[in-house]
């Protein structure tokens, strides 16, 4: 079944190749398409373009569709182009004409476009309690270790005291910017595109400020022109959010390896989580960061492929853009298992507390005497600097690692609370609530 049959036949190569995999990642829009239906036939009826009794059977066909979709029974057929034409299929099969009336002031175009906000809003809020999950165990552990001191490293070499609380702590923090951007991203995918058609508005009397309130979202993409122009972009403001998460989420992967290495021994990774060698008995792999490692950076490639579909297209709908879906639509899962993971790894991680006995790492206090210097014994910057560097080339460097730092974010004041409280705002400006309840609504039939 297709939505723009005329009777004319297609040749079976030419539609294999044009249908691509729209069948396999429309699964992932099935919900979401029944329930943007609900909204549009609701306003329909508001306007006079169906009856109450027409309005109340299609609602009822489409909530037993939602029921089957989520309970794994639900498929596209093979004979049918996409999700949008195999609802309208179910429907005509149950309810004969009537089925075909859901299509009244919309085209496939806009159907799409609502398909995927209402898609990446309830993965957005997947996404944002897998992190604040992960964000929650760091801050744990930094508090945890706050005491435990560590070497900090400029160029891979040795450089100054660092603490497990900062380590801990800086991943942590950097994830309130990746909330903060993903924040952003929600705004910009939390607003309306239904009514504008295939870009070009329509001559029926609808009310998107209707189907916006009955679907929750924040506003409107008002004008029809632009609301098709969003289509990809909307994906990419996402994906760089998706990125930056996955950013974060790599350097954590790449020092974990290091830190567990022999040759640096910081942490050790719970035995459940690592692997062995088919040869060397003693090895136990990082194979988990090592693979979360490379997902991350896949993950971030994604905006830029999706730049790379986009950025040569005027305005109007075009169908480069189909192909977006195959990147955009999984990469949630993928990054949210990432998520999961690595917060069950950073639970369980150990961390060498007796790291500072090793005698190569003295030379990281160097700075901490040539401060004592110039604040104690009133020795210009640049003389302490000399006279400590010359002890430690001449092996009588002695130093003392009883170190005491006290301006906010450092190794004796890492301002979790603050940092926590920082998360909460962020998390709090999402408007998830008031989306969701209003799809519950329309699933439910509740009034």
């Known amino acids: 079944m297709k939505l723009w049959d005329k009777g004319h036949p297609v040749d079976k190569d ?63 057929e093979p004979n049918v182009e996409d999700i949008h034409s195999q609802v309208e299929l179910m429907l005509t099969r149950k309810l004969g004409d009537l089925g075909k009336k859901i299509h009244s002031g919309r085209s496939r175009n806009d159907q799409v476009l609502v398909d995927l ?46 603490s497990f609380g900062l380590w801990f702590g800086a991943y942590a923090e950097s994830l309130t910017d990746d909330i903060q951007l993903l924040l952003a991203a929600w705004k910009i995918c939390n607003r309306n595109p239904l009514g504008s058609a ?47 998460i996955a950013n974060t989420i790599a350097k954590l992967a790449f020092d974990a390896c290091l830190f567990s290495s022999q040759n640096f021994g910081f942490v050790r990774l719970a035995d459940e989580y690592t692997t062995g060698s088919s040869i060397m008995p003693h090895k136990k792999n990082p194979d988990v960061f090592e693979l979360t490692r490379a997902k991350c950076n896949r993950l971030q490639s994604l905006p830029s492929d999706i730049l790379l579909i986009t950025n040569n297209l005027p ?32 639970k369980d991680i150990k961390v060498n507390e007796n790291i500072l006995e090793d005698k190569r790492y003295d030379s990281m206090f160097s700075v901490e005497e040539v401060n ?56 709090n400006e999402f408007s998830f609530e008031r989306a969701f309840s209003a799809e519950q609504k329309l699933v439910q039939g509740e009034d």
Request: hydrophobic share 40%.
């Open 14 to 76: 030419i539609e294999k190749y044009t249908v691509g995999k729209d069948r396999e990642m429309d699964l992932f829009l099935a919900k979401s398409d029944v329930t943007g239906s609900m909204a549009h036939i609701t306003m329909l009826e508001s306007v006079g373009l169906l009856k109450k009794d027409e309005l109340d059977c299609l609602l009822k066909e489409l909530r037993t569709i939602y029921r089957e979709i989520e309970k794994g029974s639900f498929s596209i």
């Open 117 to 162: 906000k209402l898609f990446t809003r309830r993965k957005i809020f997947e996404l944002a309690k897998a992190v604040n999950s992960l964000f929650l165990t760091l801050e744990e552990q930094s508090e945890k270790y706050k005491n435990v001191l560590m070497p900090g490293y400029t160029h891979l070499q040795v450089a100054m005291p660092s």
């Open 198 to 244: 295939a870009g070009y508005g329509s001559s029926f009397p609808l009310n998107r400020q209707m189907t916006s309130d009955l679907l929750g979202f924040d506003g409107l993409n008002y004008n029809v022109v632009y609301a098709q122009m969003g289509r990809g972009k909307m994906e990419r403001c996402v994906a760089y959010a998706i990125a930056s």
């Open 315 to 346: 305005s109007g709908y075009f169908r480069d853009l189909q192909i977006i879906k195959e990147l955009f639509l999984p990469a949630f899962d993928e990054l949210i298992s990432v998520l999961t993971m690595t917060q069950h790894m950073m």
């Open 372 to 427: 004592r210097l110039v604040s104690e014994e009133g020795m210009p910057f640049r003389d302490a600097y000399k006279k400590v560097g010359l002890e430690i080339e001449d092996g009588r460097f002695c130093p003392n690692k009883n170190i005491q730092h006290s301006h906010e974010g450092s190794i004796g004041n890492l301002c979790t609370e603050q940092v926590k409280s920082y998360m909460k705002q962020i998390l």
